[in-house]
């Protein structure tokens, strides 16, 4: 486990075991919180995959499910977008539940789930993943590291050089982590020409979509369909081949929204109301993003910033947060500890320095 990763689950079980996460659980109660999943996988100890944080274990997920089904009243996104446009408040511990991209796990791992628990959910498709026709270009690069048989290689990006060391499995996701924070930084008009150069010098093969491991595979729209109509599942945007959009000029952003929109709307038979940014940081969208994402008629947007829902949360910008890593991280995070300990801190501070 990552030393951050590490950290943190740390962290929540002091906040769950102290009695923290009841106490802002009654005191936050009134604030809703959306979690953000991606995957999920039976089996994470397989080799074929480098980054296993977009697959969660779907034990993991059941169990987080099970505890939001008996503690939290798990809403739609719709449910909420309904309730602030009519400035309506939220049932007390309102859960939101959210999917990134678009897998075909989210059909055949978590929708199973969600209907055992009686829950709701949103997924954001990537809609060219799901039409098969471009692939994530992180796939792409996580592929070409863990099958590659160089055992290192010199990279310069962005005026950088990296030493990619590719020995052993720890070794490459090392190296995975150290080339996707850079490689998120260049023009998208320049990133898959540079995923290109990357699998010619580590002399690996593109993958095709039917190369793909399991977890990685995306959902069909006959999946996304019966999900629809099921009541348990509505679909969202996440743009049509997953650029960060703070990386594309305003045409590109605009094409992106808009063929999102349209295909999911001709697929579904249904005009999506929300949307997600890809990578959804502080620097991952603009003004003009969200302006376009208003204008091609989306209700809301949500970020990965993490951040609860209240009356001060713009529509546009509504916060997320991370996929738990367990029960006990779920607790923390749905219960508002995380908030109460950061104010609590904030606090101290600000009486330490008035002495």
């Keep these: 486990m990552p030393l951050a990763l590490h950290s943190r689950s740390i962290k929540a079980a002091a906040l769950v075991g102290s009695g923290l996460a009841s106490f802002s659980r009654t005191r936050r109660s009134d604030e809703a919180t959306i979690l953000t999943f991606h995957g999920l996988s039976e089996d994470t100890a397989e080799r074929g995959i480098l980054d296993w944080s977009l697959h969660l274990q779907v034990d993991v997920f059941r169990n987080i499910c099970s505890m939001l089904a008996k503690e939290y009243c798990v809403i739609s996104l719709a449910d909420l977008v309904e309730a602030r446009s009519q400035g ?42 799901l039409d098969r026709v471009e692939m994530f270009w992180f796939q792409r690069v996580d592929l070409a590291l863990g099958r590659t048989k160089k055992e290192l290689l010199d990279w ?18 090392q190296s995975l982590m150290k080339l996707l924070p850079e490689l998120k930084e260049l023009p998208d008009t320049d990133l898959l020409s540079e995923v290109d150069r990357l699998e010619e010098a580590l002399e690996v093969t593109p993958p095709s979509f039917d190369d793909l491991p399991t977890p990685m595979r995306p959902m069909t729209w006959e999946m996304a369909c019966e999900m629809s109509l099921s009541g348990h599942m509505d679909i969202g945007g996440h743009t049509h081949t997953h650029p960060i959009l703070a990386r594309c000029d305003v045409s590109a952003m605009r094409a992106e929204i808009a063929t999102c929109r349209d295909r999911i709307h001709a697929e579904i038979g249904e005009l999506p109301i929300a949307f997600a940014y890809p990578n ?15 204008e091609a008629g989306f209700k809301a947007a949500c970020t990965t910033i993490s951040g609860r829902v209240n009356d001060c949360a713009s529509m546009y910008q509504l916060p997320r947060y991370g996929s738990p890593e367990s029960v006990c991280e779920a607790k923390a995070t749905v219960s508002g500890a995380f908030e109460t300990l950061k104010d609590w801190r904030q606090s101290c501070r600000k009486a330490m320095s008035m002495i």
Aim: glycine share 12%; proline share 3%.
């Design 156 to 173: 310069k990006i962005n005026g950088r050089k990296l030493r990619l060391y590719l020995g052993t499995y720890e070794l490459r996701q």
């Design 280 to 294: 959804g940081g502080t620097d991952d969208f603009t003004r003009e993003t969200t302006m376009l994402v208003r």
């Design 88 to 129: 309506a408040g939220l049932p007390d511990n309102s859960v939101v539940i959210t999917f990134d991209d678009g897998y075909a796990s989210n059909y055949e791992l978590a929708f199973p789930i969600l209907r055992e628990f009686g829950l709701h959910g949103t997924i954001f498709v990537t809609t060219g993943f």
